[in-house]
Antibody
Framework: QLQLQESGPGLVKPSETLSLTCTVS??????????WGWIRQPPGKGLEWIGS???????YYNPSLKSRVTISVDTSKNQFSLKLSSVTAADTAVYYC?????????WGQGTLVTVSS | QSALTQPASVSGSPGQSITISCTGT?????????VSWYQQHPGKAPKLMIY???NRPSGVSNRFSGSKSGNTASLTISGLQAEDEADYYC?????????????FGGGTKLTVL
């Protein structure tokens, strides 16, 4: 059974860079035909797709966040990562990592990241 | 890339049926049969309930069904049960020559009266 687990700081200061890692177990991140991505949910609000990386390394980002987002993959560790720069309080959210195709069928449990000084 | 439009809330009594709509455009919902629906209970990760407009993953009750007409997709839950009370999100995958992306609806809170 595929499992995904987010890790990273739960508190980030304004203007700094948010960094999260997703560790995949029960399957290879190098498997063809899958995207690996990040989705976030501000407290009490809806879901927002942040971006995805294809197994080949191609990346796709939400246009509204594109200038601040970088997603990368470390196949040796079976992990992928998110970096979001110049964060503000509006970036406070639960961040989920996920495996995507045309559907999102595997989700991590989510990790709350708070942006505050 | 605009969010898909869902009603903020719907409600129904146990045993009744409810339908949640999800309206997009010809560039997302109307252009592809890649609409999916997710159920989210408080403090939990979303759970896939319907994919590719009308398909149910293994283990999801047949009380959940999906459909699409034009730019609007719908999720119907029949025989409402207390455990169905949750937030529901629709999503559409879209693809172009330069961009693959996923867009979500704003979410609908289902209350079982």
């Amino acid at each position: 059974q595929l499992q995904l687990q987010e890790s990273g700081p739960g508190l980030v200061k304004p203007s700094e860079t948010l960094s999260l890692t997703c560790t995949v177990s029960g399957g290879s991140i190098s498997s063809s035909s899958y995207y690996w991505g990040w989705i976030r949910q501000p407290p009490g609000k809806g879901l927002e797709w942040i971006g995805s990386i294809y197994y080949s390394g191609s990346t796709y980002y939400n246009p509204s966040l594109k200038s601040r987002v970088t997603i990368s993959v470390d196949t040796s560790k079976n992990q992928f990562s998110l970096k979001l720069s110049s964060v503000t309080a509006a970036d406070t959210a639960v961040y989920y990592c996920a495996r995507l195709t045309t559907v999102i069928n595997y989700w991590g449990q989510g990790t709350l990241v708070t942006v505050s000084s | 890339q605009s969010a898909l439009t869902q009603p903020a809330s719907v409600s129904g009594s146990p045993g009744q049926s409810i339908t949640i709509s999800c309206t997009g455009t010809s560039s997302d919902v109307g252009g592809y049969n890649y609409v999916s629906w997710y159920q989210q209970h408080p403090g939990k990760a979303p759970k896939l309930m319907i994919y590719d407009v009308s398909n149910r993953p293994s283990g999801v009750s047949n009380r959940f069904s999906g459909s699409k007409s034009g730019n609007t997709a719908s999720l119907t839950i029949s025989g409402l049960q207390a455990e169905d009370e949750a937030d529901y999100y629709c999503s559409s995958y879209t693809s172009s020559s330069t961009l693959e992306h996923w867009v979500f609806g704003g979410g609908t809170k289902l209350t079982v009266l």
